[in-house]
């Protein structure tokens, strides 16, 4: 507690860090009374009505940080922005001139922002329009004349892109990455709504359940923190050289493989994708064609929360992601040629095609363990349900590695300001 206040005493002191923090407050609290500004012509009344009885729409809210449920000009959310980053990731693969691209430092990062951002609208127009199609067939919204519907419709893709330009805004001028950062604020802001909701279930259960569940809880938390850290040092060799008529002496130095490479990324992606069919089957229920309504109750059962094939199909989902964004950010080929560019070596191994092979094998049986782990996180709701008989459990350990990991990066990306700022002193 102590280095924690003494942390802060140090950021306080700062005033790059001081300013960077007030900007991410500021836009914190700009986010949390946009939450509270609804869209006009709904049934407030009725649409929590319907929140409280349907858990994926529970689940849903709790990620859209309370915009959902309040029906407010952001309900989207940020839920188009990451599936359009999906797309763009698996075509920055696909494609090798979009490949070329995100190779191209800083100017190519802002090329395949700038195309994110334009297929954001298509999907957020369909999302806008699934959602109003859902909202009228529950009778939460009126007829809307075509104006009407038009400034619906807009306003929903005004809000979405409002709240990225926010996430940007804190990347660029405040703490942390913006996306992850407002995900973790709409997370923390209904942590309460949560608890109230489990502590209703706590008064009807033994006292035996509580205990299983406040262990349970501070086991998940010390894993992700142990799994986040864990890292694999690979020693690396620079043999003497001579560049011009400077000696560089030889050195050591180590190569740090992380054991969960992706972070909290394949989370965020896999929750996008598997809500993504329960949105359909709500959308498709109450159409009045027989077929199509029986095709919307089939995937509103199959994709239930609590159900399995949901799980299996999450936890999948989970690997799969995991094992491709490594991929993404850590190209062996790429990591193996600047070693031996620069007269490195890997004790034992050749440089060059035997040093990639080694550094491959390494790498996927890092991913093996870091992505079974995030797998299990994903479903612990459904696991812990049934351990302690607890069915009001939403937030489970999606919410909480989400939670944790965006505090632990924070606090190392101000640790490193810090470290910098000191430095700074010296040369000063």
Request: hydrophobic share 55%; proline share 4%.
């Amino acid at each position: 507690m102590k280095k924690i206040l003494e942390k802060i005493n140090l950021v306080l002191k700062d005033p790059e860090l001081k300013k960077k923090v007030v900007f991410t407050l500021l836009i914190f609290l700009a986010f949390r009374l946009f939450v509270f500004l609804p869209v006009p012509a709904i049934n407030l009344t009725k649409l929590r009505t319907l929140f409280a009885s349907n858990q994926f729409l529970s689940l849903l809210d709790i990620f859209s940080g309370g915009t959902l449920v309040n029906f407010s000009v952001m309900a989207l959310g940020l839920n188009p922005y990451i599936n359009a980053s999906i797309v763009l990731q698996l075509l920055t693969v696909m494609i090798p001139s979009l490949e070329q691209l995100s190779q191209e430092g800083e100017y190519g990062r802002h090329k395949i922002n700038q195309y994110t951002r334009m297929l954001t609208a298509p999907l957020t127009i369909v999302q806008a329009v699934g959602i109003f199609v859902l909202l009228k067939n529950q009778n939460i919204i009126g007829s809307l004349s075509p104006l009407e519907f038009f400034s619906f419709i807009l306003t929903m893709v005004a809000g979405t892109f409002i709240l990225v330009w926010f996430g940007e805004l804190i990347s660029e001028y405040g703490l942390g990455n913006g996306i992850s950062v407002l995900i973790f604020v709409g997370i923390v802001a209904r942590l309460p709504v949560v608890f109230s909701r489990t502590a209703s279930v706590f008064n009807q259960e033994m006292v035996f359940n509580t205990i299983i569940f406040l262990v349970l809880a501070l086991f998940v938390i010390a894993s992700i923190v142990f799994i986040n850290e864990a890292v694999r040092k690979i020693p690396v060799y620079y043999a003497k050289r001579i560049k011009g008529n400077r000696l560089y002496q030889s050195a050591s130095n180590f190569l740090p493989l992380k054991l969960n490479q992706a972070g909290v990324i394949p989370i965020i992606f896999a929750v996008s994708f598997v809500l993504f069919p329960q949105l359909i089957g709500n959308f498709l229920v109450n159409v009045k064609n027989a077929n199509l309504a029986a095709t919307g109750r089939f995937l509103t059962s199959l994709f239930s929360p609590t159900g399995f094939f949901y799980n299996f199909f999450y936890f999948i989902l989970v690997i799969g992601f995991t094992y491709f964004y490594t991929v993404v950010v850590f190209n062996p080929q790429k990591i193996s040629e600047e070693i031996q560019k620069h007269g490195g070596f890997i004790p034992g191994i050749r440089p060059g095609l035997a040093t990639k092979q080694y550094l491959e094998k390494i790498l996927y049986r890092l991913t093996s363990v870091g992505a079974i782990f995030l797998g299990l996180i994903a479903v612990m709701p459904v696991l812990v349900s049934k351990v302690t008989g607890l069915t009001n459990l939403v937030i489970g350990g999606t919410g909480i590695l989400i939670v944790v990991s965006v505090v632990l990066e924070t606090f190392k990306m101000v640790e490193a300001q810090l470290v910098m700022r000191s430095y700074d002193k010296f040369i000063k």
